[in-house]
């Protein structure tokens, strides 16, 4: 289990951190190690809608099947028709899932689509609007999420004349890579009822794509990544027992912002899985895109309940160009370290 950074690790040169501390280290880390994948709260995945038009084409699939030969396929998966459609976007995996999956994004690209679910694997979603003068109001279910590089889908739509049974739904299945300084997401439909079906799917798909790649660009998304620098038990004043422990950390951020932050982090609980921590955190540094400034983070999380860790940028806290700044944000982990994906507004 990885300490905080170790998350980004604790100097070599720091002397060792009494039992809380390490215990509480261990903790931030674990919670972004085995967080299951997020519900977003600021949205998740947005199944790509078919217009009633292209519903009209549209024919038999089973539910539940990934599409065959598409990124993210099962063994034993069906195609029929398969409708296939790929772009690169000028940005970062994480700014094209936001584009995919926030209601408000996908109404400004995707036809007008009012989007609403809960966002979790097996939860229903509805998809609202007007195609050519015509209202549709269609449905579908998760079927897979993880933020952000792939999101399966199901998919029906009353206007294509046939009965809501599974055998009728279609899988959509999306992937983001990340390639050349950006992305490269790919769409694939099944299911289509012919070719010339999934030839009007793919047109479709390519309109689509082409908005998602003019607005993820503007999606202000920035993947911060850092290493631990400084480490410092504090003393908590009034405090009886080892139930409640603190340290102050200090960070170099070294892409996505690059910069410095102090860290106050307290943490509660001794047993592992059992353990929670609360974080104030003031960065200060640059952007990839030039602006510069300071802001405060609030961050923590439950180790029982992965889906429980949040980040919030401090309203009001920003100066220089971060000024008015809101967002939110969480801890992620990779084969390099932990590293914060901030979504701001």
Known sequence: MRIPGRMGGRPEDASDPPAASREMSALVADLSVRRPARRPARGVRATPLMTPAERSTAGGARATMRVDGAAGARPGATSMHEARADIHVDATPEAVWRALTEPELVRQYFFGTELSTDWQVGSPIRYRGEWQGTQYDAHGVVLEVTPPHLLVTDFFSPSSGLPDVPANHQTVTFEIVPEDRGSRVTVVQD???????????????????????????????????????????????????????????????????????????????EEEGSRGYLAAERIEGVLDDGRAGAFTLHHGGLEVDGDSAFAHVVPGSGTGDFAGLTGTGRIEHDEAGPYFVLDFD
């Open 191 to 269: 299911g289509n009822r012919d070719e010339a079906g999934a030839q009007h799917a793919t047109a479709n798909w390519r309109m689509m794509l082409d908005g998602l790649a003019s607005i993820a660009p503007t999606v202000d998304t920035v993947v911060a990544r850092f290493d631990v620098d400084g480490w410092d038990p504090a003393s908590l004043d009034g405090i009886d027992g080892g139930w409640l422990s603190a340290v102050v950390m200090r960070k170099t951020y070294t892409a996505g912002i690059v910069g410095t932050s102090v860290a106050h982090f307290i943490s509660s609980g």
